[in-house]
């Protein structure tokens, strides 16, 4: 079965340093590629996505993401994190069978600290 | 702003009592798509409909249930509730898409159902 894996439910970081997030999946077919982020009391939203081309994707506030086959990898990065980043973070992928679905990660909660 | 409108934001009830949401999805979306979120459970995929019509189905439980109108508002109806049942659930749509499908999806705020 589809799976996806978030490394680390939560990750501390200082302000102005890298962030980093984890998500591998697994799947025996190239799936699409997403991070949702979700801050506190609101909904989730479209951080980046991964289709078809570049390989490395930039998304909204300074993120991107990097897709490595070969790894079955999408982690997310950002260089210089800034307190307002502070949120959950959700790795998602389409399922082999439905571009419609979406196969979710446990999340990761990025705390900031001052 | 998502486009997506969810109401009521929060709610409060008692067990074994029904409750209705309800969810309008982004101008021209056809797919709505429920899920429930909970600090135990996480983001859980409960039903997806498009264009009136049921898609597919996660963990939905039997007494839940859900629809979506001809004016492709959706109502998810949550009966015999239980203390459990108490998470933030949320509706989002996706955009028609002629062509590649990708999965995006458009989230609403959600609604905090809680149940005492």
């Known amino acids: 079965a589809q799976s996806v894996t978030q490394l680390g439910s939560h990750v501390s970081v200082s302000e102005g340093a890298l962030v980093l997030l984890r998500c591998n999946y697994s799947?025996?077919?190239?799936?699409?590629l997403f991070w949702y982020v979700q801050y506190p009391n609101q909904g989730l939203q479209l951080l980046l996505k991964y289709t078809t081309g570049a390989t490395l994707v930039k998304g909204i506030n300074g993120f991107e993401a990097e897709f490595k086959k070969s790894e079955t990898s999408f982690h997310l990065t950002k260089p210089s994190a800034h307190m307002s980043d502070a949120a959950e973070y959700f790795c998602?992928?389409?399922?082999?069978?439905?571009?419609?679905?979406?196969?979710w990660g446990a999340g990761t909660k990025l705390i900031i600290k001052p | 702003d998502s486009g997506v409108t969810q109401t009521p934001k929060h709610l409060i009830t008692a067990t074994g009592q029904r409750v209705t949401l309800r969810c309008s999805p982004r101008?021209?979306?056809?797919?709505v798509y429920w899920y429930q979120q909970s600090l135990d459970q996480g983001l859980q995929f409960l039903i997806q409909y498009y264009n009136g019509e049921e898609r597919a189905k996660g963990n939905i439980l039997e007494r839940f249930s859900a629809q979506q109108f001809p004016d492709l508002h959706s109502e998810l109806n949550l009966s015999s509730l239980e203390l459990g049942d108490s998470a933030l659930y949320f509706c989002?749509?996706?955009?028609?898409?002629?062509?590649?499908?990708?999965?995006?999806?458009?989230f609403g705020e959600g609604s905090r159902l809680t149940v005492l």
């Open positions: 101008s021209g979306d056809l797919s």
């Open positions: 989002a749509s996706s955009p028609r898409t002629s062509g590649r499908k990708t999965g995006e999806l458009f």
């Open positions: 998602a992928v389409t399922r082999s069978d439905s571009n419609y679905q979406l196969i």
């Open positions: 799947s025996s077919v190239p799936p699409y």
